[in-house]
Nanobody, 120 residues
């Protein structure tokens, strides 16, 4: 049974940074396409980042804009660090995965999410 456990959410001030963790069981994070999604209040869930199976390196650390996504297979976990937090970053953050090779399709496995609130 595939399970994800997200953690690291909470109340943070604008301008700060936050690192979210996703601990996986039932699959290996370096053998699936895995990503982070956010659902803001009253809005649809959107993709923030994704690591496809086409990334050959086992340990990955990629920064794109304000987001750093990393993968640590040795402890079967992925992380999302959000820099320069803004109120619009508020929402529930989910870890999700699929056996598909790329990030274009739907995810099949989802965690329960962790809530991030950005407010002064």
């Amino acid at each position: 049974q595939v399970q994800f456990m997200e953690s690291g959410g909470g109340l943070v001030q604008p301008g700060g940074s936050l690192k979210l963790s996703c601990s996986a069981s039932g699959l290996r994070v370096d053998t699936v396409t895995i990503g982070w999604f956010r659902q803001a209040p009253g809005k649809e869930r959107t993709k923030i980042s994704c690591l496809s199976t086409m990334i050959s390196a086992r340990t990955v650390n990629i920064r794109e804009g304000r987001y750093t996504t990393s993968r640590t297979p040795d402890i079967n976990a992925v992380y999302l660090e959000v820099h320069d937090l803004r109120p619009e970053d508020t929402g529930v953050y989910y870890c999700a995965a699929t056996s598909n090779r790329d990030c274009a399709g739907n995810m099949h496995y989802w965690g329960k999410g962790t809530l991030v609130t950005v407010s002064s």
